[in-house]
């Protein structure tokens, strides 16, 4: 089993990401390689965030790691809450007042229209390689659901009738933005090791 560092120490997305990986890759944190600074997000895309972590963890670690930033960009508010995501509603990082400020925002719009992307970096033997997920859907009116984690509650994938964080870890992964960036992050490993 192949060592590989995911980077970063949030445990739903380590517990996500553990179950799409199975047997193939150990999955490290951050914690796990002994990084315990916070690694900055400071770029203004997803694709610079997920890059300027993996590239500070290689750099520094010389591990073999992937970062990820997702973000959620709602049509009606011109791509917002987006690279700003996790923060949008402060400093705090708290996803019950991210989720309320986002439902403010949208009182009276009838245009709900939204999709997660992430972007992944991956860092293997010092080279770079990214990949991309999204998933469409809308931002429902009210809060359902009490799993997942972010804006789980109010998000409405295309074609389900259940919101993320009603859904179940596996039927959430099967659609997911972060699944799909993972799906074509771990074939891309399979073929690299030949598997």
Known sequence: MTDLCFATNNKNKIAEVSQMLADKYKLLSLEDIGCHEELAEDQDTMEGNSRQKAQYVWEKYKVNCFADDSGLEVDA???APGVYSAR???PQ????DNITKLLQSLQGVENRKARFRTSVTL?????EYQFEGIVN???THEWKGDKGFGYDPVFLPDGH???FAQMGAAEKNAISHRGQAIRKLVNFLKAQAGA
Do not use: H, V
């Not at 990082?93 to 019950?96: A, F, G, L, V, Y």
């Open 137 to 139: 859907g809308t931002i």
């Open 123 to 127: 860092y293997l033997n010092g080279q």
């Open 77 to 79: 508010l011109c791509g």
């Open 161 to 163: 009738e259940q919101t």
């Open 93 to 96: 990082r708290s996803d019950s």
């Open 88 to 90: 949008y509603a402060g």
